[in-house]
């Protein structure tokens, strides 16, 4: 058996397949991990005869709430039968004695999460452009799945979720944290007094881009991944999150270590910020014009989470490469945000 990549007891995770799933394993375990895991542990597992996908919560400093390996293995278990691409779920285990947390096992599937511009300007600007509009398309079908039909009517609560929402992500910051952010206070207080009525509920994916989406050789969209913050809420906070990103890159593109966040948006062909969300608007004929609100929170989201892994790697509890410079990324953030405002 090779050598253990960190946070993956092999020993133990063949002793637990044996017992729960016995035929999927063929042969001594091996795995490595995924490069760019920055948040949730993935892997690719070798089982012998296959090659499967392990996600667990990152080591160290999280919150018990902010990794959840239950809800992402039940969200793409209920979402198998709809126009949503997702793995199959093999197997999940929430014993934490097992390998040091709760982890779950699925498909692999075919296809590239295209995070870097360089990746997709030798697809060209025809088809770089056909794959930011099925993006767009996968999100319109997500918050057209009826949540209670596939099983997830109590998944979360829609109403009041934009309120739980500036307070859960202000908790974890006041966990998170322990320097001083220009600006965060202001951004924060804004949030909570603006706080738009309830919109309709949907399944919210809560971290969708593009490299969070695995697209094959015919640039169909063949798997949404890493749903770690999905619940139930105003969709609108989807579109919002991938216009941030989609700003952050044109506004000040990552480099270097600091390439964490995707510059897939500033690619030749690409869909604009103002043409993903007329698509949006159009498709799924929801009223987009009360983004401000959204993206204000989307980018505190943003802020908040580069600085818990900001704080993890701070403390040597990271795993693999690409956090250095991450820290100075969090005020632009902040600001964003409160330009968002008007």
Known sequence: MSSDPKGLDL??????????????????????LITGGKSNLTYTLSAGSRDYVVRRPPLGHVLA?????????????????????????????????????????MEKVAGTPYGRAAQL?????????????RMVDTLVALHAVDYAAVGLGDFGRPDGYLGRQVARWKKQLEASTS???????????????????NGDGTIVHGDFRLDNLLVDDQDQVTAVL???????????TDVAVLLAYQQLAEVAPPSGDAAMVTDAPV???YLSRDEVLARYAAES??????????LALAFFKLAVILEGIHYRHSHGQTVGAGFDGIGDMIVPLIAAGRAATG
């Open 11 to 32: 020993a133990a995770l063949q002793n637990w397949l044996e017992r729960e799933r016995p035929e999927l394993v063929t042969g001594p375990l091996t795995a490595s």
């Open 179 to 197: 320097r001083e952010l220009p600006g965060m206070d202001e951004l924060v207080a804004h949030l909570e007094s603006h706080i738009p009525a």
């Open 121 to 133: 300007e030798p697809l060209g600007p025809e088809r770089t452009r056909v794959i930011s509009e």
């Open 267 to 269: 690619a030749p062909g």
């Open 65 to 105: 709430t902010a990794h959840d390996m239950g809800r992402e293995y039940r969200v793409m278990a209920a979402l198998a039968p709809t126009n949503v691409p997702v793995p199959q779920m093999i197997a999940h285990c929430e014993d934490a004695d097992v390998i040091g947390a709760p982890f779950y096992v």
């Open 285 to 294: 004929g929801r009223d987009v014009s009360d983004i401000g609100f959204h």
């Open 226 to 236: 890493d749903w770690e913050m999905s619940t139930l809420g105003d969709p609108l």
